[in-house]
């Protein structure tokens, strides 16, 4: 299991204020990406390798462009 008790939890800029349906991600450890659901930030958190994470992100923007 991995420690993300030194996680810094970010949610995007694009949630809006409400705190309604979004993810929250920690970038800043130096093995694993963080993802959780800000709606429930003590419960379960998915963990990827940066490397996945970062391709994740680069496929969905390029979706959005497309």
Not at 48 to 61: E, G, H, I
């Amino acid at each position: 299991m991995t420690d993300l008790a030194r996680a810094r939890w970010r949610t995007s800029t694009r949630s809006g204020g409400s705190g309604g349906n979004c993810v929250e991600v920690a970038d800043n450890l130096p093995d694993v990406v963080g993802v959780r659901d800000s709606k429930d930030p003590t419960g379960p958190a998915l963990t990827f390798a940066p490397a996945t994470w970062a391709a994740f992100v680069t496929d969905l923007k390029e979706q959005r462009q497309g």
